[in-house]
């Protein structure tokens, strides 16, 4: 009698042979279906972990600033902040307002040199705050009294 292996068709004499090929140069049919299920184990979780993180970073995007309703008043009020996103002084103080900075009257006096230049912003960041300058970077307490804002 002849048995043929059904992988790759040799023949062999007896039982015992083809399943002494079948184990050395087949054996992987095991092996393959508990490394497939490591990998998906293994690529849920990462997917896993994705999901979560996006879901974090969303809900943290969505979460309003600590100092919306300041910087809103600011605006409101005709407030301006003259800098340039270069300067680390500027962005020390638009760093003070956190994710409120959004709602501040910011002008880059790169792209508005002329009027930057007919205001007479000489250093940034200069505020102007009811007509008048304040240059350099200003504490929340400063520009609360000046523009009359609660923080």
């Known amino acids: 009698m002849e048995f043929k292996c059904n ?17 050395m140069k087949h054996p992987i049919k095991e092996r393959k279906a508990k490394i497939n299920t490591k ?14 993180s996006v879901i974090t970073i969303n809900s943290y995007m969505k979460k309003p600033g600590k100092y919306d309703d300041f910087a809103k008043c600011l ?5 301006v902040i003259y800098g340039n996103d270069y300067c680390s002084y500027t962005m020390n103080q638009l760093g003070f307002f956190g994710k409120s900075k959004k709602y501040l009257n910011y002008t880059k006096c790169i792209d508005n040199q002329r009027l930057c230049n007919e205001k007479g912003v000489k250093i940034t960041p200069t505020w102007e705050i009811n007509g008048e ?19």
């Not at 990998?39 to 979560?52: A, T």
């Open 39 to 52: 990998k998906y184990i293994i690529f849920s979780l990462l997917i896993l972990i994705v999901v979560f």
């Open 7 to 23: 992988i790759c068709n040799r023949d062999f004499n007896s039982e015992e042979s083809m399943k002494q090929h079948n184990e």
């Open 133 to 151: 300058m304040y240059e350099q970077v200003q504490t929340f307490e400063r520009l609360a009294v000046i523009s009359g804002c609660e923080i």
């Open 75 to 79: 605006t409101e009020k005709g407030v």
